[in-house]
């Protein structure tokens, strides 16, 4: 996964502001910044773990799509993945299930 500092107080939003930073690079067509900041999310993974190969092949899909000025394409990728990581810092907003009047719920 991505290697952020856990005591930090909000770490996720660390990860969603870099995922911005790319995104916005990539939707000025800016080659050298789309490239540095999809580097700076791969250099951050922890690479010793499963899941962060499937995150690193994304972003080399990335890096290659923007060599290969997509920026269209890599700017989409990173917005999706950007939305997952933002989804994970909302709290959990379960539906709270109907009170009956009168009715003592603790």
Avoid: N
């Amino acid at each position: 996964m991505i290697d952020v500092d856990h005591r930090a107080p909000d770490s996720l939003s660390c990860v969603v502001r870099a995922y911005d930073r790319a995104i916005r690079a990539c939707e000025a067509f800016d080659h050298d910044r789309s490239r540095d900041a999809i580097r700076v999310l791969r250099g951050a993974l922890e690479l010793d773990c499963p899941t962060s190969k499937g995150f690193d092949a994304l972003y080399a899909w990335c890096e290659e799509s923007v060599g290969r000025r997509d920026f269209v394409g890599a700017a989409q990728c990173l917005r999706s993945l950007r939305d997952a990581w933002r989804a994970a810092v909302q709290p959990m907003r379960l539906p709270l299930p109907p009170v009956r009047t009168g009715q003592h719920i603790c």
